[in-house]
């Protein structure tokens, strides 16, 4: 019956960094799953986020800008493509060089339906401009549709959603109704205070600092208890951490606790140690 029907597939948002995957995929699933920051770099594994709705259920994996180091690289879901059923490429604005270029190369051998979206159109002030422009990127390949928006204010977020629920395949579902992400509590903790560091550190740090949940339990007042480890490479890293009396990492520990309480729905003790990567190898 059609009533059994259902829509799934996983999407896989792509771009350079800083164009806004992760704020899309956070404003496209309704949840924050995804760390953004204005740093380059700043996600550096594939985040897959959920959505399940009416009969449609949308698994979006947010990946690292595909300019990244090799290192980086290798992770991206362009590599290994069977699976995705659909692409969101993401430009900033009319941003179009040597990186959506390569990108576009990409697209062009894997020959999976595509979306271009062109992120960030909050900062354009006149909007005439961007019709030349798709006129323009629309000779470069054959996208499905061509969407400006802006997941700062979410213009347009609505438009887009709708042209992924076009695309979308008839499927079983792959995950329950209420799944968010498959990835672990402990994964999402050890983001949350990755993105809180990253905020408050020099450019070069995103990639160069680690995150480890030491441990992590709920204790008899229904209290979370957790330990984590900040590794960073040399003792210059740890003092630009901790900051001038301790003020960085106290506003660090202070903003990912309140972040976690929510992720969690409970009350957390946060302990933070911070660690040399050299003295623990
Ligand atoms: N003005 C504006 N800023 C945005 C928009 N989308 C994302 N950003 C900002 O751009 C920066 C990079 O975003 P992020 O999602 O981390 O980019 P990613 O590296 O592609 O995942 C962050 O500071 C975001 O807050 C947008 O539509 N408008
Ligand atoms: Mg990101």
Known sequence: MKKNIT??????????????KSSILN?????????????????INNIIGIKTIQQYQYIYIDTPGIEIKKKYFKKNILNKNNYLKLIIFVISTIK??????????????????TILVINKIDYINNKKIL??????????????AIIPISAKTGENIDALNTIIKNNIPQSKYIYSKNEITPLSKKFLI???IREKLIRFLNQEIPYLIK???ESYYIDKFKICNIVASIFTKNLRQKKIIIGKNGKKIKMCHYLSKKDIEKLLN????????????NLTQ
């Not at 999407?11 to 164009?19: A, L, M, S």
């Not at 957390?268 to 990567?277: A, D, E, M, Q, T």
């Open 27 to 43: 404003k496209l699933i309704n949840n924050k799953i995804s760390i953004t920051s204005k740093k380059s770099g700043t996600t």
């Open 96 to 113: 179009w060089l040597e990186p959506e270029e390569k990108i576009l190369k990409i697209l062009k051998k894997i020959n999976i339906s």
């Open 190 to 192: 050890s983001e949350i």
């Open 131 to 144: 019709l030349p422009f798709i006129n323009k990127i629309k000779k470069k390949y054959n996208f499905i």
């Open 7 to 20: 829509y799934c597939g996983h999407i896989g948002i792509i771009g350079r960094t800083n164009v806004g």
């Open 211 to 213: 995150v480890i949940i």
């Open 266 to 277: 409970m009350k957390v003790k946060l302990y933070l140690k911070i660690k040399l990567f």
